[in-house]
């Protein structure tokens, strides 16, 4: 079996800042692509970043030099350092991860269960 388990979140004034890690464990045999994903009240689940394995990252305009992903591959743990924040970040942040479980070929995508991201004065 594998988890995500995300940290972090809570509760900011706009203009502070965050830092989300996502670990994963259990029977990993490598994990690949690696993603932080958010869901507001009443909204789509949007994409926020993405880090692939050889370290390249991409984010949506909504968040692009705010937001900044990383990965810590020893550890199996990808983080999110949140600057800037605005009342519109509010939101529950997933991770997910392409994940090759020991002993097998193939890879597939897990999720996280969620940390409450709010930002409030």
């Known amino acids: 079996q594998v988890q995500l388990v995300e940290s972090g979140g809570g509760l900011v004034q706009p203009g502070g800042s965050l830092r989300l890690s996502c670990a994963a464990s259990?029977?990993?045999?490598?994990?690949?692509?690696m993603r932080w994903y958010r869901q507001a009240p009443g909204k789509q689940r949007e994409y926020v970043a993405v880090?692939?394995?050889?370290?390249?990252?991409n984010y949506p305009d909504s968040v692009k030099g705010r937001f900044t992903i990383s990965r810590d591959n020893a550890k199996n743990t990808v983080y999110l350092q949140m600057n800037s924040l605005k009342p519109e970040d509010t939101a529950v942040y997933y991770c997910?991860?392409?994940?090759?479980?020991?002993?097998?070929?193939?890879?597939?995508?897990?999720w996280g269960q969620g940390t409450q991201v709010t930002i409030s004065s």
């Open positions: 997910n991860a392409d994940i090759r479980m020991s002993r097998s070929t193939t890879y597939s995508f897990y």
């Open positions: 259990g029977s990993i045999g490598s994990i690949n692509t």
């Open positions: 880090i692939t394995l050889s370290g390249s990252t």
